[in-house]
């Protein structure tokens, strides 16, 4: 008896922390672009307009939530086989309208909530730049879908896993000067970005100064002046050729390295997989610790 009803008033508790941890509905927040937005009730037909969001939304376990994404979404399998609405800066409005979302959730580029919004749907933009960012909005997506819970395991989860990749890097012999290109315009990344941060945690030094800001266009004199014993890049063609770069000791030492692309799409997206991006990025930096 003792132990049934300890049984009882623990399935109790759990049930009443799921009703606390419960999103209430209408909600209304303040978006990425600064708007104030109502949810009226708890999304069941989402369309998605960025890769992370759509991480993000499978990893809290609302994937079947999905009705339509972006042209870049491929993570996880499932979402490749969603209808496809564009892109950022070439969306396909009348798509997105014609599969009937009760929420569409967009970046804050590409002036996408003007013609959704007028055509009567719910949009809200979510857009995590900074690497606190990628926890805070991880936790804004979980109160929208009502999987808060979701959203602060994951959170955490994520936490830890880079804590134990840091661990590794932090006390690192060498920490090489690095240039981690992300164009070659050539645009980089300031330290304060998510990619900035996790290069940081990767055990390397960013030539790029907080300044710049989170991701500038560098003056290919500057990086020849800054002399990097380390440059990452998507695409090393003709990288070497660019004038005066013969001389940076990361191109005379060899230490010119080309990012993988499934790293790079990685990388690219401040979602649920940052620990796996930071964790390939310390193996280019420091392959002696990581292995």
């Not at 922390?17 to 209304?28: D, G, K, M, V």
Request: net charge positive.
């Amino acid at each position: 008896m003792k132990n049934l009803l300890t049984l009882t008033l623990t399935l109790s508790g759990l049930a009443l922390s799921s009703q606390a941890a419960a999103t209430r509905y209408p909600l209304t927040l303040t978006d990425d672009l600064n708007r104030k937005v109502t949810i009226k009730a708890e999304p069941m037909r989402i369309v998605s307009v960025l890769p992370s969001t759509t991480e993000t939304l499978c990893a809290l376990g609302v994937c079947n939530r999905l009705v339509g994404v972006d042209t870049f979404s491929d993570y996880p399998q499932q979402v490749t086989r969603l209808p496809r609405v564009g892109g950022l800066y070439d969306p396909n409005i009348e798509a997105i309208v014609a599969l009937k979302p009760d929420l569409v959730l967009v970046s804050k580029y590409g002036k996408l909530e003007g013609p959704l919004t007028q055509a009567g749907l719910t949009v809200v933009a979510v857009n995590p730049e900074t690497y606190e960012e990628v926890f805070s909005k991880t936790l804004t997506l979980g109160r929208i879908v009502n999987r808060e819970a979701a959203a602060k395991a994951l959170v955490t989860q994520m936490r830890r896993d880079i804590a134990r990749i840091e661990i590794l890097t932090k006390n690192a012999a060498r920490k090489p000067t690095t240039y981690l290109e992300i164009d070659p315009t050539p645009y980089s990344v300031g330290p304060n970005s998510f990619m900035g941060v996790l290069l940081t945690k990767a055990g390397a030094r960013n030539i790029i100064p907080a300044s710049m800001g989170d991701f500038p266009k560098v003056d290919p004199e500057f990086i020849v002046r800054q002399n990097p014993q380390l440059i990452l890049s998507t695409d090393l063609k003709d990288l070497g050729k660019r004038p005066g770069w013969n001389t940076i000791a990361a191109v005379k030492n060899g230490r010119v390295v080309e990012i993988p692309q499934a790293l790079n799409t990685m990388l690219g997206r401040p979602g649920p997989r940052l620990a796996e991006a930071l964790r390939g990025l310390a193996r280019i930096i420091h392959p002696e610790l990581l292995k």
